[in-house]
């Protein structure tokens, strides 16, 4: 019945097309003849899909390797003895996570099915591909154990049996049987708990240090809508206030490397901007021909006693070139203020990312709406001169 809804539960997760699911089906089970232990049964690497998807290889290796990464887990390599143990897909991935063989146990199934003449035992022997925690041979149920539901309790009798039976493994008992490999599972388990446990205690005592702080970072939970309301108006107006001494140079945070605040932008006003006004030529392309011309145009057919104003009022209006300078200073002093607003971060509003991230929107998009009329009022009074 279990294994039923273990099959009906995969099948709609992963689909009728053979595919595969990340989400873990967890089976809980209790019985004093079982060992307190978690196995992550994971599903074995299919090379030539059928009605598969195509990608089911890339996707089951990369399912595989996800928990075989972790250095806390073992990993048991089943190799079906009846196939090239040698070049055993279930080896040759456990290899890509641990190299070495230190947390890799070989699972030798199905000894009991091997050509005649053959046998495992140089894998059990460790001759071949050794391993730090080695081999252990098992002989499975078959289909039609399966199908008969022939009980555990049977199968390993018969299991005993033939490892009692079959003289290549007479000799090898305590590297032979189910039991066999339940408690070498346990005695590896207690001892990897022990290797792990001072690095785990260490970083669970870190983790609750970190977060520890983070949580007194937050403060106390804020539960009634008023005190909620209460609280948005006062980091409001303390980031109103922290904006306002940034700009009248008076934060209690002063940079000692850039300028900042108000200073930035005294600087550009009176740096960058006197500067790009200084660097326009009143003169340029307006020759004393030009200005002999403009004045006899002017006069008519009347001699001047003085300089008539009108000609001085053409050329300058042809030399006013003022309007880029002053629209590039528009733009610097709006990046400044918005570079302002990054630097305002009062302690409550960090408590808040997602109030702040919502108060930068809205103020820079209040800043940035700002510079279009700003740019038409100095294109304005440039156009008035």
């Known amino acids: 019945e279990i294994r039923r809804e273990i099959q009906a539960e995969t099948g709609r997760e992963a689909g009728g097309n053979k595919g595969v699911s990340d989400r873990q089906i967890r089976l809980k089970i209790h019985s004093p003849n079982v060992l307190n232990i978690t196995l992550v049964d994971l599903p074995g690497v299919t090379k030539v899909p059928a009605v598969a998807p195509t990608d089911i290889e890339a996707r089951i290796r990369t399912m595989i390797f996800s928990y075989m990464k972790h250095k806390a887990c073992i990993i048991l390599a089943v190799l079906p003895a009846n196939a090239d143990l040698a070049n055993s897909g279930a080896l040759q991935i456990a290899r890509t996570a641990d190299p070495d063989g230190s947390r890799t146990i070989g699972v030798t199934t199905k000894l009991d099915i091997m050509d005649r003449g053959t046998d495992a035992c140089n894998f059990l022997l460790e001759t071949v591909i050794p391993l730090r925690l080695r081999y252990v041979g098992i002989v499975n149920r078959s289909q039609q154990d399966i199908n008969t539901d022939i009980s555990a309790k049977e199968v390993l009798a018969r299991e005993e049996n033939f490892f009692r039976t079959q003289s290549a493994y007479s000799g090898l008992t305590k590297y032979c049987g189910i039991p066999r490999l339940a408690k070498k599972l346990n005695q590896i388990l207690v001892q990897h708990i022990r290797t792990i446990l001072p690095g785990l205690k260490s970083h669970i005592s870190s983790q609750l240090t970190a977060i520890t702080k983070e949580h007194a970072f937050y403060g106390d939970p804020i539960e009634a809508k008023a005190g909620q309301a209460a609280k948005f108006l006062n980091i409001l107006a303390k980031f109103c206030d922290a904006f306002s001494s940034m700009v009248e140079g008076k934060n209690e945070d002063i940079s000692t490397i ?58 300058v209006h042809r030399q006013i070139r003022l309007l880029d300078p002053s629209l590039q200073c528009a733009d610097f002093i709006c990046e400044g203020l918005v570079k302002m607003i990054q630097l305002c971060l009062c302690n409550e509003l960090q408590q808040f990312p997602t109030l702040r991230r919502s108060m930068d929107e809205v103020i820079v998009k209040f800043i940035l709406d700002g510079l279009k009329p700003a740019q038409d009022m100095i294109a304005h009074i440039i156009e008035m001169e």
Request: hydrophobic share 40%; aromatic share 8%.
């Open 258 to 315: 850039e300028l900042s605040g108000g200073a930035h932008i005294h600087y550009i006003f009176q740096s960058i901007f006197v500067k790009s006004l200084e660097g326009v030529d009143p003169c340029e392309d307006v020759t004393d021909e030009d200005t002999r011309m403009a004045i006899k145009n002017a006069t008519g057919p009347r001699s001047a006693l003085f300089v008539p104003e009108v000609p001085f009022e053409v050329l």
